[in-house]
Protein backbone atom coordinates (compact mmCIF):
# COMPACT_ATOMS: atom_id res chain seq x y z
CA UNK A 1 0.00 0.00 0.00
CA UNK A 2 0.99 3.72 -0.57
CA UNK A 3 3.00 5.66 2.23
CA UNK A 4 0.21 8.13 1.73
CA UNK A 5 -2.89 5.87 2.58
CA UNK A 6 -0.64 3.71 5.23
CA UNK A 7 -0.58 7.41 7.11
CA UNK A 8 -3.59 8.21 6.47
CA UNK A 9 -5.18 4.22 8.18
CA UNK A 10 -2.96 5.06 11.34
CA UNK A 11 -4.14 8.74 11.33
CA UNK A 12 -8.43 7.51 11.27
CA UNK A 13 -7.84 4.21 13.61
CA UNK A 14 -6.48 6.38 15.83
CA UNK A 15 -9.98 8.88 15.73
CA UNK A 16 -11.96 5.14 15.26
CA UNK A 17 -9.94 4.34 18.91
CA UNK A 18 -11.12 7.54 20.09
CA UNK A 19 -14.64 7.92 18.77
CA UNK A 20 -15.18 3.88 18.25
CA UNK A 21 -19.23 4.81 17.73
CA UNK A 22 -18.95 7.48 15.32
CA UNK A 23 -19.56 5.58 11.68
CA UNK A 24 -17.97 8.51 10.26
CA UNK A 25 -14.69 7.53 10.82
CA UNK A 26 -15.71 3.83 9.49
CA UNK A 27 -16.74 5.76 6.69
CA UNK A 28 -13.78 7.45 5.73
CA UNK A 29 -11.31 4.28 6.49
CA UNK A 30 -13.59 2.29 4.13
CA UNK A 31 -12.54 5.80 1.85
CA UNK A 32 -9.51 5.11 2.32
CA UNK A 33 -9.36 1.69 1.82
CA UNK A 34 -11.38 1.63 -1.44
CA UNK A 35 -9.09 4.53 -2.76
CA UNK A 36 -5.88 2.71 -2.25
CA UNK A 37 -7.45 -0.11 -4.28
CA UNK A 38 -6.21 -2.74 -1.98
CA UNK A 39 -9.24 -4.32 -0.31
CA UNK A 40 -12.80 -4.23 -1.65
CA UNK A 41 -13.76 -6.54 0.75
CA UNK A 42 -12.44 -4.45 3.49
CA UNK A 43 -13.91 -1.16 2.25
CA UNK A 44 -17.36 -2.99 1.70
CA UNK A 45 -16.95 -3.98 5.64
CA UNK A 46 -16.08 -0.57 6.63
CA UNK A 47 -18.67 0.99 4.30
CA UNK A 48 -21.47 -2.01 6.07
CA UNK A 49 -20.57 -0.92 9.58
CA UNK A 50 -20.61 2.61 9.24
CA UNK A 51 -23.90 2.71 7.96
CA UNK A 52 -25.23 0.58 10.93
CA UNK A 53 -23.64 3.06 13.32
CA UNK A 54 -24.77 6.01 11.10
CA UNK A 55 -27.69 5.33 8.76
CA UNK A 56 -28.33 9.07 7.95
CA UNK A 57 -24.00 8.68 5.97
CA UNK A 58 -25.78 8.07 2.63
CA UNK A 59 -22.40 7.92 1.09
CA UNK A 60 -21.94 4.43 2.30
CA UNK A 61 -24.27 3.27 -0.02
CA UNK A 62 -22.94 4.89 -2.71
CA UNK A 63 -19.50 3.67 -1.92
CA UNK A 64 -20.93 0.06 -1.20
CA UNK A 65 -22.43 0.25 -4.54
CA UNK A 66 -18.91 0.70 -6.23
CA UNK A 67 -17.24 -2.18 -4.52
CA UNK A 68 -20.18 -4.45 -5.47
CA UNK A 69 -19.70 -3.40 -9.23
CA UNK A 70 -15.76 -4.07 -8.75
CA UNK A 71 -16.29 -7.25 -7.18
CA UNK A 72 -19.04 -7.84 -10.61
CA UNK A 73 -22.65 -7.39 -8.09
CA UNK A 74 -24.03 -5.50 -10.96
CA UNK A 75 -27.43 -5.97 -9.96
CA UNK A 76 -26.41 -5.28 -6.25
CA UNK A 77 -24.66 -2.44 -7.29
CA UNK A 78 -28.01 -0.94 -9.04
CA UNK A 79 -29.72 -1.43 -5.82
CA UNK A 80 -26.96 0.16 -4.21
CA UNK A 81 -26.48 2.99 -6.21
CA UNK A 82 -30.45 4.18 -7.29
CA UNK A 83 -31.01 4.19 -3.07
CA UNK A 84 -27.92 6.87 -3.14
CA UNK A 85 -29.37 8.78 -5.99
CA UNK A 86 -32.71 8.67 -5.05
CA UNK A 87 -31.59 10.16 -2.19
CA UNK A 88 -29.03 12.77 -3.16
CA UNK A 89 -30.18 13.31 -6.98
CA UNK A 90 -27.12 15.17 -8.14
CA UNK A 91 -23.84 13.27 -7.92
CA UNK A 92 -22.76 12.62 -11.78
CA UNK A 93 -19.98 9.81 -10.60
CA UNK A 94 -23.06 7.99 -9.25
CA UNK A 95 -24.77 8.39 -12.91
CA UNK A 96 -21.32 7.44 -15.07
CA UNK A 97 -21.01 4.21 -12.60
CA UNK A 98 -24.65 2.88 -13.04
CA UNK A 99 -24.52 3.93 -16.64
CA UNK A 100 -21.48 1.18 -16.52
CA UNK A 101 -23.36 -1.50 -14.70
CA UNK A 102 -26.27 -1.30 -17.16
CA UNK A 103 -23.47 -1.15 -20.29
CA UNK A 104 -22.37 -4.26 -18.88
CA UNK A 105 -26.11 -5.73 -18.82
CA UNK A 106 -26.14 -4.99 -21.95
CA UNK A 107 -29.03 -2.26 -21.69
CA UNK A 108 -27.61 0.62 -23.78
CA UNK A 109 -30.72 2.57 -23.95
CA UNK A 110 -30.68 2.93 -19.90
CA UNK A 111 -27.37 3.49 -20.05
CA UNK A 112 -27.49 6.38 -22.19
CA UNK A 113 -30.09 7.53 -20.03
CA UNK A 114 -28.35 7.63 -17.19
CA UNK A 115 -25.24 9.53 -18.87
CA UNK A 116 -27.67 12.21 -20.30
CA UNK A 117 -28.53 12.88 -16.64
CA UNK A 118 -24.81 12.75 -15.47
CA UNK A 119 -23.71 15.16 -18.39
CA UNK A 120 -26.75 17.46 -17.40
CA UNK A 121 -26.19 17.58 -13.94
CA UNK A 122 -22.32 18.36 -15.07
CA UNK A 123 -22.36 20.57 -18.32
CA UNK A 124 -18.62 20.36 -18.47
CA UNK A 125 -18.61 16.69 -18.21
CA UNK A 126 -15.94 15.32 -20.78
CA UNK A 127 -14.51 12.11 -21.81
CA UNK A 128 -11.44 12.55 -20.23
CA UNK A 129 -13.29 12.90 -17.00
CA UNK A 130 -15.11 9.98 -17.53
CA UNK A 131 -12.17 7.75 -18.13
CA UNK A 132 -10.63 9.23 -15.63
CA UNK A 133 -13.31 8.59 -13.03
CA UNK A 134 -13.28 4.78 -14.47
CA UNK A 135 -9.54 4.73 -13.76
CA UNK A 136 -9.90 6.03 -10.33
CA UNK A 137 -13.08 4.46 -9.10
CA UNK A 138 -12.93 1.13 -10.72
CA UNK A 139 -9.75 0.07 -12.78
CA UNK A 140 -7.46 0.87 -9.56
CA UNK A 141 -8.90 -1.85 -7.35
CA UNK A 142 -5.86 -4.51 -7.22
CA UNK A 143 -7.97 -7.75 -6.29
CA UNK A 144 -10.66 -7.11 -8.88
CA UNK A 145 -11.54 -10.97 -10.13
CA UNK A 146 -10.11 -10.91 -14.10
CA UNK A 147 -13.47 -12.05 -15.37
CA UNK A 148 -14.56 -8.75 -13.99
CA UNK A 149 -12.03 -6.64 -15.11
CA UNK A 150 -12.26 -7.84 -18.54
CA UNK A 151 -16.20 -7.67 -18.85
CA UNK A 152 -15.70 -4.05 -17.26
CA UNK A 153 -13.09 -2.87 -19.34
CA UNK A 154 -14.78 -3.85 -22.43
CA UNK A 155 -18.10 -2.06 -21.34
CA UNK A 156 -16.44 1.02 -20.35
CA UNK A 157 -14.87 0.95 -23.77
CA UNK A 158 -18.71 0.95 -25.20
CA UNK A 159 -19.68 2.94 -22.46
CA UNK A 160 -17.16 6.21 -24.17
CA UNK A 161 -18.84 5.39 -27.04
CA UNK A 162 -22.15 5.65 -26.07
CA UNK A 163 -21.09 9.12 -23.78
CA UNK A 164 -19.46 10.67 -27.11
CA UNK A 165 -23.24 10.57 -28.66
CA UNK A 166 -25.10 11.60 -25.44
CA UNK A 167 -22.47 14.89 -25.05
CA UNK A 168 -23.21 16.02 -28.43
CA UNK A 169 -27.29 15.73 -28.09
CA UNK A 170 -27.21 17.57 -24.46
CA UNK A 171 -24.54 20.54 -25.64
Given at each position: MDEKFEKALEDVDELIRL?????????VKGTVIFHSGTSLRDALSMFEY????????????MFM????????????????????????????????????????LKDRTKAQELLEKA????????????RQQLDEMVFNQKEMPPK????LASAASELMGIFGLVAKEVR
Open positions: HPEDGFYYFSLRLKPSLVENTGYCRLCIGGYNEAIELLNGYVEQKGDDSTAYVMLALCFTVVTLMPGLTAETVVRGA
